[in-house]
């Protein structure tokens, strides 16, 4: 039997309204012990219903606060449990004096993350859905938030359950094929376990790979500007932010550190990176800048290739393009309000048929079609088939190694070892998925993760 905790839920500081919630099985005979409603004093309370009324203190008498009483009852609520939550003044003063009177009540301080944790611990959600309430917290954009809701929602325990369900009949098939080992119903079984195994291990490729979708939307893409110098990516940076954020100068090398900054387009938010220009035998002074350069167009989710129309093709450019190979990219043409000078079908023929988009970020001209390129390009737009998105690195170590153990399986299935192999292959599997869910995991790992939550939720 669970203790009685409490917590203010609500942060601190002053605001409208301060809730305070009590879970347990004490809840109720705690808070009606300080609550008083007018006229009848302490009513028979109806659960799930909001009474109005004042706060005690039992031992003077003397009124603490007016506040909103509400009884939610187990199990429908938040934990499962018996729980009570009171609205009153959002003071600093008042919601402490009020939870004081709480704890001398017979309740103790919630940890952080432990009504959430109850709701977990009582079956109420799984472990994937209780970290969900983290990160719905935490949300910093519409589309972090639509996917933590999805997972609060069950998305992603649906998924995961519906493979562990498959693995786990693969398994049984396998160690019915142990225990009665015929020869050609043995070999038969083997054959729907190998391609049920194969297909699992595609669906969690799926699912993995959508981690950098779900890293994207929590954190924004990485957008870098790179070129060689004098371009105009110092430029184009200003446009984009619509403020003079970075020193624009006619003098090629202005750029010499990375400068980031976070700016919403229509629905997407990215990181956009300007950096210095990269150019073959630079001075010293330029070296550093440059290695910082490279790297960030090594970590980029999407680089914006800058050239300038105005001039021919040249060695740094060719570097440029050298550099970004095998990068998602999009072709940036500056400077389209000067004459053209730049061999365009030649720069074309290098990229093997991506459609440029030509801009001028001096003028502002043709923004617009490079931040549809943008969103096209960025996971989430168009052609995204995997509804999921795992959101925590976590649930993408745990996924990698229940596919490599299913690796291990398909291959002692293959190679006709006894099927023991590829069932204990298998139930590795099945821990790891367990662990996502929380239906094998450890209390430090639960302490781990509700650490991380703050006191009251
Ligand atoms: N005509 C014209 N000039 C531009 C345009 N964009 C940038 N410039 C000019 O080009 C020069 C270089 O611009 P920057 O934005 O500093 O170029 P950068 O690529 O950041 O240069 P570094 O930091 O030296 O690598 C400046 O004189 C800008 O005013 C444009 O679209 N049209
Ligand atoms: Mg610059």
Redesign the pocket.
Known sequence: MSDTIAAIVTPAGEGGVGLLRISGPAALAIASGLFHSPGSGSPAVVPWRVYFGEIRDPESGATVDQVLFTLFKAPKSYTAEDVVEISAHGGVYVTSRILDLILQAGARLAQPGEFTRRAFLNGRIDLSQAEAVADVIGAQSERALQASLGQLKGRLSARLGELYDRLVSVLAQLEAAIDFSEEGLAFQKRETSKSITDEVMREMDALIESYRRGKIEREGARVALV?K????????LNALLMEDR?I????????RDLLEERVRIRDVHIRII?S??LRENPEIIEEEGIARARAALKSADLALL?FDLSLPLDGNDELLLAEAEGKTKIVVL?????PERLDTGALLARLGGEEPVR?????QAGLEGLIDAIRARLPGGAGDAEPVVLTRARHREQLIEAREALMRAGESLEQGLSEEFAALDIDAALQCLGRVLGRSCSEDLLDEIFNEFCIGK
């Open positions: 070129g110098p004098n371009v105009g990516k110092s430029s184009l970075a624009v100068t006619p003098h090629p090398g202005t750029t300007d210095a220009g800058v500056n400077k389209c309000d000067l801009i001028s970020a001096r003028d």
